[in-house]
């Protein structure tokens, strides 16, 4: 809670710290169930396992055992955490940063890691998700031209759930054009790869490869600073505070500006269940981890997203 994540440089938010405090509780409190702790509490019955476990193994004596709740352990939400959705001129200042649209791109510039976080921006496809496409995933798309985007399945998601995202039509197009152009440059003369998203050619590690989710959130990362957009925190570091200038944003926070733009859309249209709708689009499991997330955050986001979804997208693209 005091010191910055090594990765984002970043101090973890409570949502994320309560989270993995949440999955170590659950592994022992599986691991006692299954009597894999018994050894460990005879040996020390003061043992830092017991907090962590808290109903009875099977077998043993009833009351044997101290019993503790999570709230011994896990610090409790504050309302602190929000979603930071990325406003248009913000976001168009990135983009213009991570590179050029494809038709514009003169060599040796990429349009890789503008058109990746462009199609997280329209579809709210994790960076994982978007790193695991593949061509084929583009080149079987039938595109209709009374509809403004292209809808897609995808299946290497989040829990493995497939689910459908929708492209918007500019992007789609955008997709193609890299496929024809910097992409097949790229993989000339290299081992084939499926991967969507490739290295660019004159990069220092494998060119041509696929793209990892490192190599993208970093070169976002990167945009963002570049960008002027940070914030000074102050940290602990080998015992002293130290001030450290901190992005303002990372790639995550692409989904959720789909999410802020995405909502205000159907509110306009007059959908009776936005939420529902909204997480089906996310691909959440249950509509109560969407409203989480994101309900205290959507109120004061109308300004920024009062375009509509595909209008916002031809802004930034046009960027």
Partial sequence: MST??????????????????????????????????????????????????????????????????????IPREDGTDSVDAIGIEDLTKILGILGPVPQ???????????????????????????????????????????QGSVPMLITKTKGMKPRRVFIPLPIYEDIKEYIAGERAECVLG?????????????????????????????????????????????????????LITVARHHFHDLRHTYAAVMYQQLVRRGKSAPWLVLSRLLGHAHVSTTIKIYLRSVDGMEAEVSDALNDYMRRLRGG
């Fill in 104 to 146: 514009a791109r003169v060599a040796p510039q990429t349009s890789v890691y503008r058109l990746a976080a462009s199609l997280s921006v329209g579809t709210g496809m994790r960076l994982d998700e978007i790193t695991n496409l593949t061509v084929l995933d583009i080149l079987n798309l039938r595109p209709r031209g009374w």
């Fill in 190 to 242: 290299r081992p084939k790869t499926l991967a969507l998203f490739v290295n660019r050619s004159d990069s220092h590690r494998n060119p041509g490869r696929p793209l990892t989710n490192h190599t993208l959130w970093r070169n976002f990362r990167k945009a963002v600073l570049q960008a002027g957009l940070t914030y000074v925190e102050a940290i602990e570091w080998n015992g002293s505070q130290e």
């Fill in 4 to 73: 910055p994540s090594p990765l984002t440089k970043r101090k973890y938010k409570l949502s994320t710290i309560r989270r993995r405090l949440q999955t170590i509780s659950k592994f022992y409190r599986w691991a006692y169930r299954n009597r894999l702790c018994d050894d460990l509490f005879e040996a020390d019955p003061e043992d830092v396992l017991e907090v962590a476990c808290n109903a009875p193994a099977r077998g043993n004596e009833e009351g044997k055992y101290k019993e503790f709740s999570d709230d011994d352990l």
